[in-house]
């Protein structure tokens, strides 16, 4: 596999946000969200065998594990590496921006599963097979710049039952673009009933610092 970085961190995204975390971050990306934070991983990276990346979480010693990326789906090798991730008692999820298929992946995985809204210049990528591969504890996530990805992601949801499918449906803010509380403000005037999710790294570290 293509390796951009392994660290071990806060949990900054997801419900998962504030637990200690090993991040396995992969490279390469198929899109290009105007919003990105991490481009450094669209290439280069160090290619390593599913043992070596095995034996560094081991090294920095922590139960949840995440893969992502770039777009971690786009290696073959993934679902292979999460089962052995799992298989050594670790708690794993995945992160992707919903454009490859994750019914690949072991039932025990998170998923962690974005839908591009228009902001991120790569809406209508996301693949409707992926809701019939959800389970009530994946999460559903979509990244919010403005109003209009606001709707459209309010209307992703009625159109499609979301919460009949996943208990977690979370819309975050784009960092530093949109204000959290004027999310916040549209989910309490529409009652929806979404989690408001922050990059809680970003308030902990610089936001362009990485490994963290």
């Not at 951009?4 to 961190?9: A, N």
């Not at 899109?31 to 090294?59: K, N, P």
């Not at 790569?122 to 097979?129: A, D, P, T």
């Not at 990244?143 to 449906?169: C, G, Q, S, T």
């Amino acid at each position: 596999m293509l390796v951009t970085e392994i660290f071990k961190s806060i949990q900054g995204e997801s419900t998962f946000a504030g637990l200690p975390c090993v991040f396995i971050r992969l490279t390469g990306c198929n899109l290009r969200c105007h919003w990105c934070d991490t481009a450094y991983a669209f290439q280069g990276g160090q290619t390593m065998s599913a043992e070596e990346i095995l034996a560094r979480v081991r090294q920095l010693g922590c139960s949840l594990v995440e893969i992502t990326g770039g777009e971690p789906l786009l290696q073959p090798e993934v679902p292979a590496l999460a089962e052995q991730l799992l298989a050594e008692r670790h708690r794993v999820l995945v992160e992707t921006s919903g454009e490859r298929f994750v019914g690949e992946l072991p039932r025990a995985v998170v998923k962690i599963v974005d839908v591009k809204c228009p902001g991120s210049g790569e809406s209508g990528k996301f693949r409707l097979e992926n809701l019939e591969a959800l389970e009530r504890k994946d999460q559903l996530k979509f990244v919010i710049l403005d109003e209009n990805d606001y709707r459209y992601a309010r209307e992703f949801l009625a159109r499609h039952n979301v919460r009949d499918r996943v208990d977690e449906v979370i819309f975050a803010p784009v960092f530093g673009q949109l204000p959290p509380r004027t999310l916040a403000e549209w989910i309490l005037r529409d009652g929806l009933e979404v989690r408001l999710g922050l990059q809680l790294h970003k308030f902990i570290w610089e936001p362009d610092v990485r490994g963290v």
